[in-house]
């Protein structure tokens, strides 16, 4: 982030994968950073550490974001630690692989939670900040399992749908905050790398599911990040309200 001396940025989920890689883009002197996990303080301590050494400063929370008022108490801790928030990034989420049939009704209530009802309480708690932010800015990470559906393809019903759900949330939360220069967007993130903890597809399904690609390869969480970072930026100010693939071309 070229410009983010003096911004203030909360990621969700950003001990390991596409929100540590977010953390490692948005870190640089005089910017502050939030870092969030449920469960994996040693994560985020590593991701800390590794901002720091870029000259930004970091603050850690745990919070589990189906728990109602979690994400209200995690924008207020922010804006207690650092004085406001300009920058919030809703990655925080996690697959299920469940079919209707074996997809049940606490899983759907468990996904609704942490992703969408999470966004809803960081959001309606960061409006205030973000109304009065420096080049505000609001970015949530969908899943292509919310566009992809084919017979040769693996698709989750749960995900999708609730991520789906999280891009509606963010286009209507871009027309609300436009009045005040604040833009939201969603990033659309096709199959991506799994850099750390559990793997749920084996190395055989992950070559495979690469040949689907027409780019004919997994991204990498950092090329994610990329596309994160611009939206941030100063010079995206007249991009929101959109849902932005990177997919490597998956359809």
């Known amino acids: 982030m070229s410009d983010a001396a003096g911004r203030i940025a909360l990621v969700t989920g950003s001990g390991s994968g596409i929100g540590a890689a977010i953390v490692r883009r948005l870190a640089a002197p005089g910017a502050a950073i939030m870092l969030h996990a449920k469960t994996n303080r040693e994560g985020c301590e590593r991701v800390a550490r590794e901002a720091g050494a870029k000259g930004a400063r970091t603050a850690i929370m745990l919070?589990?974001?189906a728990e109602p008022g979690a994400g209200a108490r995690l924008v207020?801790?922010?804006a207690n630690a650092f004085g406001g928030l300009d920058v919030l990034i809703a990655n925080a989420g996690f697959p299920n692989r469940r079919v209707i049939g074996t997809l049940t009704r606490a899983d759907l209530d468990e996904l609704y939670g942490v992703i969408l009802a999470g966004f809803f309480d960081m959001a309606t708690a960061a409006r205030p900040y973000l109304e009065n932010a420096r080049d505000g800015r609001?970015?949530?990470?969908?899943t292509h399992n919310a566009h992809v559906f084919r017979n040769d393809y693996p698709f989750y019903p749960g995900s999708g749908a609730i991520k789906l759900g999280l891009e509606a949330m963010t286009h209507a939360f871009a027309v609300q905050m436009a009045p005040f220069a604040v833009t939201a967007n969603?990033?659309?993130p096709g199959l991506?790398?799994?850099t750390e903890g559990p793997q749920f597809l084996t190395a055989e399904e992950w070559r495979d599911?690469?040949?689907k690609v027409p780019l004919g390869r997994i991204g990498e969480p950092d090329e994610v990040a990329a596309v994160v970072a611009f939206l941030v930026s100063k010079e995206a100010g007249y991009?929101?309200?959109q849902s932005i693939h990177?997919?490597?071309g998956l359809i």
Do not use: F, S
């Open 63 to 65: 919070a589990d974001l």
């Open 76 to 78: 207020e801790a922010t």
């Open 138 to 142: 609001v970015v949530t990470v969908g």
């Open 186 to 188: 969603c990033v659309v």
């Open 192 to 194: 991506i790398r799994k």
């Open 209 to 211: 599911l690469a040949m």
């Open 239 to 241: 991009v929101t309200g």
């Open 246 to 248: 990177i997919n490597g």
